[in-house]
């Protein structure tokens, strides 16, 4: 396939990596110019391309930078682009370290990719965001191997999903339907399969544990849980 990466941090280069070495040919953007990506393509083999380039370039196309940077994507990004083409969302919301507060994600009126999706303007599909780059990178494994990590996608369009479902299990993991992206507050931070690296049937369990509409005790609990957690990360010096 052709696939667009937009976002050359640690997730974009981690995917970079697994999808070249796939086959498929992938062209790989950052907000500062594919001039500034030549150390990036040479670890990963992507091509270095703009953001516009990479959104018409994809079969599928990943958008995964931070947060807060969404709203200055050029507004016409996927002009030309079919409806058919899965746009995933990598993003999580980190409002201490990174982000700034946003009210939508504050209040829990509506989670990250719900918001991301109103400012793309297009359906999106929510993977990606809840495992370490370094796992994404190099923990991949055939399927039916006992153990094989699984990862929650999300997504409103039902076909987009099932391809990027597909893309997933490609790389090496179970890919697990978390529902929509209403439903996607259960793979955010501060829950319990953030960065857990579940397999399939332990993940299954806990989304369907979780229920589907987020109460406010399980919003107020999970943002507790994600502070703390970003907290530690600032002491710690972690750069987003």
Not at 211 to 228: I, M, S
Request: proline share 6%.
């Amino acid at each position: 396939m052709n696939i667009g990466i937009i976002g050359a941090g640690h997730i974009g280069s981690a995917l970079a990596v697994r999808l070249v070495g796939l086959g498929h040919s992938v062209l790989i953007a950052n907000s500062r110019g594919p001039e500034t990506l030549t150390e990036v393509a040479q670890k990963t083999g992507a091509t270095p391309a703009t953001a516009r380039e990479a959104a018409r370039h994809g079969d599928i196309i990943v958008v995964t930078i931070p947060l807060k940077n969404i709203p200055d994507l050029p507004q016409d990004l996927f002009a030309g682009v079919s409806a058919e083409v899965p746009i995933i969302d990598t993003s999580n919301y980190y409002p201490m370290l990174r982000d700034g507060q946003i009210s939508e994600l504050q209040s829990g009126s509506l989670t990250e990719s719900e918001w991301v999706q109103q400012h793309l303007g297009r359906p999106v599909v929510k993977v990606f965001n809840n495992i370490y780059a370094d796992h994404l990178e190099n923990k991949g494994q055939p399927a039916g191997t006992p153990g094989r990590i699984s990862l929650p996608v999300a997504s409103d369009d039902a076909a987009a999903k099932k391809q990027v479902m597909a893309l997933v299990d490609e790389l090496g993991f179970d890919a697990v339907d978390d529902g929509t992206l209403h439903e996607s507050w259960r793979q955010q931070p501060g829950t319990p399969s953030y960065g857990a690296d579940m397999p399939a049937d332990k993940l299954r369990e806990h989304l369907a544990s979780l229920g589907t509409e987020r109460t406010e005790a399980q919003r107020a609990k999970f943002a507790a849980n994600h502070a703390a957690q970003e907290q530690e990360m600032k002491s710690q010096g972690a750069q987003l």
